[in-house]
């Protein structure tokens, strides 16, 4: 394959790679999805292909679409023991954040209620929402008519916006404010303090150090709070468990406010925050170690701030 070709394509592995990472919500499974395309753009009759961006779209957005479809991923997801994997801020692969749309289909939020949507649902919902394709050119992608095309985003917008219902962009400082007094509550032990920092239909999605073999979820004020505050109590099997103390630093996760527990320059854990009228509307817990390999490759190529506090 001469230069050109080669540069086409890695033109276009940005977007392709932010595109399969919606689609999949995994990091590792998105650079496989990208990888497999360029193997087939290597072996593709290149003359014929009249628009390589378009091209490149379809085969890529195909290929998650049969990872989405195939038997394994449709247990794990099915079962209910799934969850994103989280991108530290900065990360190319979370793509456009031009606009609110683009952003909130990105965040952990929508990429879990992504799940609930048909496969074909799914790419044409991100098709439109973050990348701003026509219906025509979705219809193209996903050999669909145009019809369907409405059809599908149309569904997939009402399901998400039913669960998204007042749910608006906040300004990154105030969300950090209340992270901030979230994290010190919760590191306090003020369990009554944490359920006032809390939205009335806040939720709680935790894979439990992915130690619980599923997905522990929480669906009232005194219930996230007990977690919260269990988690952040200090015992020996914890240290031990993460290798030491670790240091809590406040950083963005796919858009949103998040706390970051590091132990020797090693994240062990990410709890993203999402936040709403100046409380906290939902968080999602991981700390399955194959959950944050990419996290961890970008904290290791930056500089860290200074932890806002120890635990443990």
């Known amino acids: 394959m001469d230069s050109a070709a080669i540069d086409r394509f890695e033109a276009s592995r940005g977007r392709l790679a932010s595109l399969a990472y919606r689609l999949l919500g995994s990091a590792a499974d998105a650079e496989d999805a990208v990888q497999d395309t360029f193997l087939r753009w290597q072996a593709a009759d290149r003359e014929g292909v009249e628009i390589p961006e378009a091209w490149l779209t379809k085969v890529v957005t195909n290929l998650c679409l049969d990872r989405l479809r195939s038997a394994q991923a449709r247990h794990e997801r099915a079962a209910g023991d799934w969850l994103p994997e989280p991108l530290l801020g900065g990360d190319p692969m979370l793509g456009p954040a031009d606009t ?11 990429l879990l209620l992504m799940e609930r949507l048909s496969p074909v649902e799914r790419a044409a919902y991100v098709l439109r929402e973050a990348f701003s394709y026509g219906h025509a050119e979705i219809s193209g992608i996903l050999d669909i008519t145009e019809s369907a095309s409405q059809q599908h985003v149309h569904r997939a917008r009402r399901r998400i916006a039913a669960e998204r219902r007042g749910r608006d962009e906040v300004d990154p400082a105030s969300a950090r404010r209340v992270v901030e ?9 003020r369990t009554e303090r944490l ?29 996230i709070a007990s ?5 952040f109590k200090p015992t020996p099997a914890k240290r031990r468990l993460a290798g030491g103390t670790p240091a809590m630093h406040i ?12 132990v020797d320059d090693r994240v062990v854990g990410a709890v993203s925050f999402e936040v709403g009228d100046g409380r906290v509307a939902s968080l999602h817990g991981i700390a ?7 996290v961890n490759q970008a904290w290791r190529r930056q500089e860290p701030d200074v932890p806002v506090m120890h635990a443990w």
């Open 100 to 110: 609110f749309e683009q952003r909130e289909s990105v965040s952990l939020a929508v």
């Open 181 to 189: 007094e979230f994290l010190a509550a919760a590191v306090s032990g």
């Open 195 to 223: 359920v006032a920092l809390l939205t009335a239909d806040a939720t709680a999605v935790s894979d439990g150090f992915g130690l619980a073999g599923r997905l522990l979820r929480y669906r009232t004020r005194e219930r």
């Open 227 to 231: 977690y919260v505050r269990a988690g």
């Open 251 to 262: 950083a963005l996760v796919n858009g949103s406010p998040a706390v970051l527990a590091v």
């Open 288 to 294: 399955a170690a194959d959950r944050l390999g990419r």
